[in-house]
Each structure stands twice: as structure tokens, then as C-alpha cells.
């Protein structure tokens, strides 16, 4: 996917990481800050798949970081796209700018650990566009921590906004999909601590684990119904750090590709997911991580 950053492309082919990390403060980078200037990221991604144009994505956490590059990314595919997450202003602003890139889009400013929010977010999505075509379980409770300082009212709080609300979305989603008979695609991001876990890492990828072993069992019930399930585990995803941040060059470091990806990244494999391109391709977890979870160690960290 083109991202319009020749600076970054050519500090990532010459494998200088400090250039990487300079050039990361311009261009797609820039998604998920206040300064994301949605326009020029549309403008520089090209539309692959015009199956998707005309139907309807509802995206969860999408006003913001990875979520909102995957809004961006297929609203410039065609697609319809329901804008939500917990603040209403930030709903608001992002659909706006939806709208003046030429997107049709809506918000619905909801938590997704509320059965009242979800029961409201999809009769709000029904009204506006009439059915659901794919689902993104983005949003989530992102907050670690060792295990004799996580406090009870954080499990409570992820394994509501982690598990259960992306549960119950997709279920809602299915039947959607299920009753209107025209398919679907459910797409869950999870992370790679859910495979090989973040020290420390919980409750957090204790849920993600969970959420990568329903896609799997999902994607067995809704086969027969024309959906597919599947889901994304990113690696480390830049997110508005700065080349002086303690943790930033050691990581880098640490991923073969020398470089850290972008919700773009993120977007491209959602897109690709909700294509016929992959129609059959279900049940799978899709780690875009460059490279991170193959190795055993870091180069020159051999055991």
C-alpha cells in the first residue's frame, strides 16, 4: 500500500533505523494523532477491491489509531462505514472527516461492554444502511500489568469490553448476515501477546488469547451460513512515539523487518480479509508483525 513517505520507504530498504524512526514522524505515521490529516492518507491508498463498494462496515474503536485507519481504509474501498467507540466527540469529528473525503458514514457513539449500547449501536446501524456486510471487533480495554497488581475491577472491565462485547457483536452481526442471506465477514483484532505473552500482559492477552480461540469456533458455526471469521494479531504498531522515547530503538530493534508498522498495515489485511480474495481463507489468525513472532530470539541474542 502506498503511504506517499519516500523518506521512510528508503530508510526501510536501507535498513538504517534511525532514519526509520525520523521519517516515521511524517506521512502515514501520523494516523491516530489530533495533526492525522485523513484526506492526503485516503488519497495515497489504492482501492483494490470494488466488490466491496456499496456495503456496509461496522468498525468498533474506530476514532482513533489502528481502528480509524481501518475506518479510512474501507471507506476508500466504497464501503459504508459505521464510526464507534466510547466519546461522542470524538465519533462526531471523525465521521466528519469521513464525509468531506467523499465517504458515506455515521456514528454511533457506544460501549461495547454494554448490552444496551450494543442492542442500540446495531438497531442505529440498521436504520442507517439496513444490514452488515463485515465486522471489525477493534475496540478494547488495552491496560497491563503484573499479576499481584491487577485489581479485580480490571478483569471485570476487560473481560466485558474484550470478550464479551466482541461475543455478542459478532453474534449480532451473524444474524444479521444469517437473515438477510447475503454472508459476511467477521474480523477480530487480536495481538501478539495472545500467542507469545507481553511481560507483563495481564488480563490483557489472557482475553485476546480467548478471543483468537472464538474466532476459531465461530468460524466453524457460521460456515454453512456464508461467513467467515478471522482475525489479526499486529505487532508493534507505531502509535505517535518519538524518536527519543526510551523503548523506541531497542524495539525496533527487535523486529527482522527493522521497522514498526502502521494502522495502515493493519487496514490492508482487513481489506483483504472482507475480499473475495480471500474467500477461502476462515478460522485463521493473521499476524502483521514484521516478522516478530517467527523468531526465537533477536538477532545477536542468541540462547
Not at 32 to 39: A, C, P
Not at 164 to 175: E, H, I, N, V
Request: glycine letters at 10%; aromatic letters at 6%; hydrophobic letters at 40%.
Amino acid at each position: 500500500m502506498g503511504s506517499g513517505n519516500g523518506g521512510y520507504a528508503a530508510a526501510r530498504r536501507a535498513g538504517d533505523t534511525s532514519r526509520v524512526w525520523q521519517s516515521f514522524q511524517k506521512g502515514r505515521c501520523a494516523i491516530g494523532r489530533k495533526t492525522f490529516d485523513l484526506k492526503s492518507q485516503c488519497e495515497s491508498i489504492p482501492a483494490r477491491y470494488p466488490e466491496l463498494k456499496g456495503q456496509v462496515a461496522l468498525v468498533t474503536g474506530s476514532t482513533k489509531h489502528i481502528g480509524k485507519g481501518i475506518a479510512a481504509r474501507l471507506a476508500r474501498e466504497g464501503m459504508k462505514v459505521v464510526i464507534t467507540s466510547r466519546t461522542a466527540e470524538a465519533v462526531d469529528e471523525t465521521v466528519v472527516e469521513l464525509i468531506a473525503v467523499g465517504a458515506e458514514a455515521v456514528g454511533v457513539p457506544a460501549d461495547i461492554g454494554c448490552m444496551e449500547d450494543i442492542e442500540r449501536l446495531f438497531g442505529e446501524t440498521l436504520s442507517a444502511f439496513g444490514t452488515v456486510h463485515l465486522l471489525v471487533n477493534n475496540a478494547a480495554d488495552l491496560r497491563r500489568d503484573h499479576m499481584f497488581k491487577v485489581p479485580e475491577t480490571l478483569v471485570d472491565s476487560q473481560l466485558a469490553s474484550n470478550i464479551k462485547g466482541p461475543y455478542m457483536c459478532s453474534l449480532r452481526a451473524a444474524q444479521l448476515m444469517r437473515d438477510h442471506g447475503h454472508g459476511g465477514n467477521l474480523v477480530n483484532i487480536s495481538t501478539v501477546g495472545a500467542l507469545r505473552a507481553h511481560w507483563p500482559g495481564l488480563p490483557y492477552d489472557m482475553t485476546k488469547g480467548a478471543l483468537d480461540v472464538m474466532t476459531k469456533c465461530m468460524a466453524l458455526d457460521l460456515a454453512d451460513f456464508g461467513i467467515r471469521v478471522n482475525c489479526l494479531g499486529p505487532g508493534p504498531i507505531h502509535r505517535g512515539r518519538t524518536s527519543d522515547h526510551p523503548h523506541a530503538q531497542p524495539l525496533l530493534e527487535r523486529v527482522p523487518l527493522r521497522t514498526f508498522g502502521t494502522p495502515l498495515d493493519i487496514a490492508a489485511a482487513v481489506a483483504f480479509l472482507a475480499s473475495p480474495d480471500a474467500e477461502f481463507i476462515t478460522g485463521q489468525i493473521l499476524y502483521v508483525d514484521g516478522g516478530l513472532t517467527v523468531q526465537l530470539t533477536p538477532r545477536g541474542q542468541p540462547i
